[in-house]
């Protein structure tokens, strides 16, 4: 039976604790989706389409015993998400062939004994121009920044705050109206993890909460539009953008990474 925190997020939702097991779920499950982002890393390669791609992703899960969490999830189908260039997150595998210059971010969430691991990764193809490379170096820099102070104690308004410091020391924006969640046997939950915030405010992290931390930063301004297929966020001024995500659960000292990516 899951426990709950004494506290809400800032939606007014109970927030779960999970206990050892749910350590153990978290860690199978993290590292099969880690394990898939290692697995594609080399097809990631001027030519290829993002639906061969979302194709490879698929049988891999599914060749290790585990589920697409995205497939059927609200409707989408795919096993997995890939967001290009100056698409934000939620990019539909299609025709889109990856181009020298590109930057590809790959979203996989596969369910492993009930469990769901949730990661992701942007991508360089080939040669990539200055701007693009350093969004994508300190996109994945503010996640870390985010999730390094993660302990009892730490409040989701530090993890936010620590996000933004970086992502404005490079006078980059962070994307707002996307956030982390709560995760474990459910694909999104409570808590909300917003990647923006102010330090010493929202929840106090206690051990066994579980949730990801998933910035997005644009080259340009923080708006976003949803295209017309319901999914494919863009930037709003189609400046670039970048995402990283890991899935981490809050130890009695610290923070464990559940979703460790093998190739970098
Ligand atoms: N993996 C995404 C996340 O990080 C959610 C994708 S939902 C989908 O929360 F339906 F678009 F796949
Ligand atoms: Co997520
Ligand atoms: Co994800």
Redesign the pocket.
């Known amino acids: 039976m899951t426990r709950f925190s004494s506290q809400t997020d800032s939606e007014g939702r109970r927030i779960p604790l999970y206990d050892a097991d749910g350590f153990a779920g978290m860690r199978k499950a993290g590292r099969l989706a880690a394990a898939t982002l290692d697995f594609i890393t080399p097809h990631v390669q001027a030519g290829i389409s993002t639906a061969e791609l979302d194709r490879l992703c698929d049988q891999f899960m599914r060749d290790a015993g585990a589920i697409p969490g ?1 497939v059927g ?2 409707g ?1 189908q ?1 096993a997995s ?1 890939v967001s290009v260039n100056h698409v934000v997150t ?1 990019g539909i595998p299609g025709d889109k062939v990856l181009a020298d210059g590109d930057i590809v971010n790959i ?1 996989v ?1 596969p369910i492993v004994d009930g469990w769901f691991g ?1 990661t ?1 990764r942007t991508f360089l193809v080939g040669e990539v121009r200055t701007l693009a490379k350093r969004l994508v170096d300190t996109t994945f820099e503010a996640m870390m920044a985010g999730i390094d102070i993660i302990r009892p104690g730490t409040t989701l308004g530090d993890v936010g705050a620590a996000i933004e410091a970086v992502a404005r020391r490079e006078r980059f924006s962070v994307v707002r109206d996307f956030c982390g ?1 709560g995760l474990g046997r459910v ?2 939950d409570a808590p909300l993890v917003m990647h923006y915030g102010k330090a010493g405010t929202g929840v106090v992290l206690e051990p066994g909460m579980f949730f ?1 931390v ?1 910035p997005m930063l644009n080259a340009g301004k923080a708006e976003v539009k949803i295209l017309a297929d319901g ?1 494919t966020t863009v930037t709003r001024d189609r400046s670039l953008s970048a995402q990283f ?1 890991h899935s981490v659960g809050v130890t009695e000292d610290g923070v464990e990474i559940f979703t460790p990516w093998a190739i970098s």
Do not use: A, I, V
Request: aromatic share 22%; proline share 0%; glycine share 0%.
């Open positions: 995205t999830y609200h989408y795919h998400c939620h979203d969430t949730d992701s969640h694909f999104h990801t998933e999914w995500e």
